[in-house]
């Protein structure tokens, strides 16, 4: 004999299946924002105990703005320190000295270029897009955009990492929100927060983490830390 439901009875079921639903999708919602945190392996673990140097390389594509070089290699010589990736980190000025005394510098090779400033290993990033402006709008639009190819490579032995891909790891694109030229934004900010999240990104491949981003650089904050 089937059962019927009286249809008050069926209401208040419907009632509370919705009720438990959305208080499901709270509760996820919750736990995803505010709950632990997977943990992210890292691509590649470096050699440990090495003097690392950080080379940014745009002889392919010029950029219009150099300090994003200097800024990049700043910044991810911090990260690398504080994340204990390398012992040392060779400051980007004894690089800059390297290449003003060498008249043939793009002829060496980047294993040279490592040894002749007493690193071990080299972590090459090359400059594949940068932008501090969006063309489309006739550059009236600040709208930064940085993209890098890295690898390590070994002053002694030769290529590191990434073992399958000879032209190196392409690590996915920075931008940085789209401001009226006549805004308080200047190249030196857009600059600093397109560093700030590529170096992130790119220090992030050799040690694991929770944070998808943990920048030293926000928009936000860009007044306050800076004074601009």
């Known amino acids: 004999m089937r059962r019927h439901w009286p249809a008050a009875a069926s209401a208040v079921l419907m009632t509370a299946l919705a ?27 470096p050699p440990k105990g090495r003097k690392m140097l950080v080379f940014v390389d745009d002889m392919e594509n010029p950029v219009s703005h150099p300090p994003v070089k200097i800024e990049l290699t700043r910044m991810i010589n911090s990260l690398l320190a504080a994340n204990k990736i390398a012992r040392e980190a060779v400051p980007y000025e004894r690089l800059a000295d390297l290449i003003a005394a060498t008249p043939d510098f793009n002829e060496l090779s980047v294993a040279e270029v490592g040894r002749k400033v007493g ?13 501090l402006k969006d063309e489309a709008a006739m550059d009236l639009l600040w709208r930064g955009r940085l993209q890098t190819t890295v690898r390590m490579v070994d002053v002694v032995d030769g290529p590191l990492w990434p073992k399958d891909r000879l032209g190196g790891y392409q690590v996915d694109k920075v931008d940085t929100r789209p401001k009226p030229d006549d805004s308080d934004t200047d190249a030196a900010e857009v600059t600093k927060i397109l560093a700030s999240k590529m170096a992130d990104k790119i220090t992030k491949l050799f040690y694991e983490h929770k944070d998808p981003y943990e920048g030293a650089w926000s928009e936000e904050r860009s007044r306050s830390i800076w004074g601009d």
Do not use: H, M
């Not at 690193?119 to 932008?131: E, G």
């Open 19 to 45: 009720a438990c639903n959305v208080s499901c999708a709270v509760l996820a919602w919750t736990a995803a924002q505010f709950g632990p945190k997977a943990k992210i392996a890292a691509v590649y673990e």
């Open 119 to 131: 690193a071990d290993i080299v972590l090459y990033v090359r400059v594949d897009q940068f932008a």
